[in-house]
T-cell receptor
């Protein structure tokens, strides 16, 4: 079946550095992508999303880049802080009649050292 | 309420027993979703509701799993004759229903342990 995967399962950075979390997707029909942050014992928290008609979207300290040619998605976090430590998931949706269904990747553990 | 509420937060049961998990969505959200998250893994889609109907049940792993929603509000996920492989965190999310993809907001989940 279709899947969303991550290149790096763990990422360690120093406080203040920029972080980049990568994600590969395989469903070329996917037209919506979303990043979630999950802290221990909590549900996933929305960070940022992007539709396939865009290749970049910026939020507060975060930027999502979409490269449809190579089916690659990345999340950039500027000036990473210890509070950013969490598991980050990318997810995709293929739209159509299954627009309610998100397919999640396995997650990347981000650890920020003070 | 302010966010998606799930109960219980933790459930320990014996193999073979039935369990019911409850989800209260964000007020005004007509779409509701259930996911399962095994330890150290991503989320697996189970089912989603538009109002009280469930247009996509494709993720339910077996006929032991069922879900219902009444009054476009509370939903319950029922697992019958639980097995140890059912141990996981069960997450509920809700969203507006624009007829397209909407941001899903998650609850904290119910951690189910089957002994």
């Amino acid at each position: 079946g279709e899947s969303v995967g991550l290149h790096l399962p763990t990422l360690s950075v120093q406080e203040g550095d920029n972080s980049i979390i990568n994600c590969a997707y395989s469903n070329s029909a996917s037209d919506y992508f979303i990043w979630y942050k999950q802290e221990s014992g909590k549900g996933p928290q929305f960070i940022i999303d992007i539709r396939s008609n865009m290749d970049k979207r910026q939020g507060q300290r975060v930027t999502v880049l979409l490269n449809k040619t190579v089916k690659h998605l990345s999340l950039q976090i500027a000036a990473t802080q210890p509070g950013d430590s969490a598991v980050y998931f990318c997810a995709e949706n293929a739209g159509g009649t299954s627009y309610g269904k998100l397919t999640f990747g396995q997650g990347t553990i981000l650890t920020v050292h003070p | 309420g302010a966010g998606v509420s799930q109960s219980p937060s933790n459930k320990v049961t014996e193999k073979g027993k039935d369990v019911e998990l409850r989800c209260d969505p964000i007020s005004g959200h007509t779409a509701l979703y259930w996911y399962r998250q095994r330890l150290g893994q991503g989320l697996e889609f189970l089912i989603y509701f538009q109002g009280n109907s469930a247009p996509d049940k494709s993720g339910l792993p077996s006929d032991r799993f069922s879900a219902e929603r009444t009054g476009e509000s509370v939903s319950t996920l029922t697992i019958q004759r639980t097995q140890q492989e059912d141990s996981a965190v069960y997450l509920c999310a809700s969203s507006f229903d624009s007829g397209g993809v909407d941001i899903q907001y998650f609850g904290a989940g119910t951690r189910l342990s089957v002994l």
